[in-house]
């Protein structure tokens, strides 16, 4: 294992320490760069008292709890600026959907307060929003399933000698079902309005195997890291609980294609099918690590010690192959701790765990 | 046959069988791990034919009719690929 971060004197702060049913990738990505040999201050950013990475034996050594996203820059900011005031910040990974976009548009605040990123232009974001998705890459070669784009069931209706039935509903943001007639796709769609507002995106299902690759985009158009894998467990939320290392030239074609045309910089997890007419077909990109990012440190690429690297803006060798064949399962344990620990961060909102780490 | 794709099979002794390419895994007998393994080293189907025959005692005709089954379904799993159609 390469001790990318060993000796590195400065402090991280990655959020999203939610584990579970719905893992979220701040745990994930903690390990790996603590495998990395970084044995600095980890700072955890959570928005809930009840993180359960917070609880976590070694993990990270502060915690503070942060606004949501939605209440903007200023509040977010004042919140980073109070934390600055307790304990310094190098290097920041946001590993939620929803904050990427706050850290973004905070770029020059963060670095002016000292504090490094690696993350995509607000352009790159937006270009792989779901709804732009079919739009940008299809006139660039990357193929998508057949997508509409709807704001009403008036709409859905239009699409009657369009569609075959099954589909597919997703919601602007988050959550996808599967409709078998109009009435189910009826009672999706209002089901997605109601969580995520409009539009809604209807998808043509390609059949074929799917698979996930993590990646970061060094900007250019370049790729410094990738990690295709198949899911071998999938929960019925959808979500990959196991998965196992691919090693497939066509796919790895696709993803330098993807990465090409969007000039992505930062993590990233594309989504994608190849289809029973030997098409690979683009179904989503995640715009950070996904939950199953060990399994890229376990295949011979730790993704996440090199984006510290990068935001710091120091050079790293080219990583090696992944060794396909690498295996993940999630695996779900009870953590116990005491309730003081959930006290004193539902009160004060932060939490100091491991007082030994300098500031 | 074209056998480039099952040449990059990762086969177990325990009858594993792993497709890096797909992600796939399956699991073979003695029989299908020993043909598998003669196929990766580029045997031939008829003196794949004589070494069944020779290995596991059975007649000639029934290795040939065994190993056209296996082969086609190889070629359903897109494990090795027919040339002009034939597996042979």
Redesign the interface.
């Known amino acids: 294992m390469e001790a990318y971060l060993k000796g590195l004197d400065i402090t991280i702060a990655v959020s999203g320490l939610k584990t579970g049913d719905n893992p979220q990738p701040g745990v994930p990505v903690i390990r790996s760069i603590r495998n990395a040999g970084f044995t600095g201050k980890i700072i955890g950013l959570v928005y809930d008292a009840m993180e359960s990475g917070i609880y976590c034996h070694d993990l990270v050594d502060e915690v503070y709890q942060m606004p949501y996203p939605s209440t903007g820059v200023d509040s977010f900011m004042a919140r980073l600026d109070y934390i600055l005031s307790n304990s310094k910040i190098d290097v920041i990974i946001p590993t939620l959907d929803s904050e990427v976009m706050l850290y973004i548009r905070m770029e020059d605040e963060l670095r002016s307060r000292g504090i490094h990123t690696f993350l995509p232009t607000e352009d790159q974001f937006l270009l792989r929003d779901k709804i732009k998705l079919s739009q940008y890459f299809p006139p660039r070669g990357v193929d998508i399933p057949q997508t509409f784009v709807v704001q009403d069931i008036a709409q859905i209706m239009e699409l009657k000698d369009r569609i075959d039935f099954p589909i597919i509903i997703k919601g602007k943001l988050y959550e996808a079902y599967k409709a078998h007639n109009f009435d189910e796709a009826f009672k999706f769609f209002y089901e997605l309005e109601s969580k995520w507002g409009l539009p809604i995106i209807i998808q043509r299902i390609v059949v074929g ?1 799917e ?1 996930n690759i993590v990646l970061i985009g060094d900007g250019k158009g370049g790729i410094c890291g990738m990690v295709p ?2 899911k ?1 467990v999938i929960t019925d939320k959808g979500k990959g609980f196991g ?6 030239p066509g796919l790895d074609a696709f993803a330098v294609k993807v990465i090409s045309e969007l000039k992505w910089q930062g993590p990233c997890e594309l989504e994608l099918i190849k289809g029973i007419d030997g098409k690979y077909y683009l179904l989503e990109i995640n715009p950070r690590f996904p939950a199953w990012v060990r399994l890229a440190e376990g295949a011979g690429q730790n993704l996440p010690a090199i984006t510290v690297l990068l935001a710091l803006g120091k050079d790293f060798d080219p990583l090696p192959a992944y060794r ?2 690498t295996l993940f399962i999630r695996h779900a344990e009870d953590i116990v701790s005491d309730v003081s620990i959930l006290g004193e961060i539902s009160v004060k909102g932060e939490l100091v765990i491991n007082k030994e780490v300098k500031k | 046959m074209d056998t480039k794709k099952l040449k990059n099979l ?1 086969i177990s002794e325990n009858g594993f069988v ?1 497709d ?6 399956y699991h073979v007998n003695q029989t299908g791990l020993f043909v598998l393994k003669q196929l990766q080293v580029g045997m031939a189907k008829n003196a794949l034919i004589d070494a069944i025959v020779e290995e596991f005692e059975v007649t000639h005709d029934h290795a040939q009719s065994d190993l056209d089954h296996y082969l086609s379904m190889l070629n359903s799993m897109s494990i090795l690929e027919a040339i002009d159609g034939s597996i042979s």
């Open positions: 195997d698979f894998q198949r071998l998965g196992v290392v691919v090693s497939n396909a064949g | 990762a792993f890096p390419e797909t992600g796939y895994s």
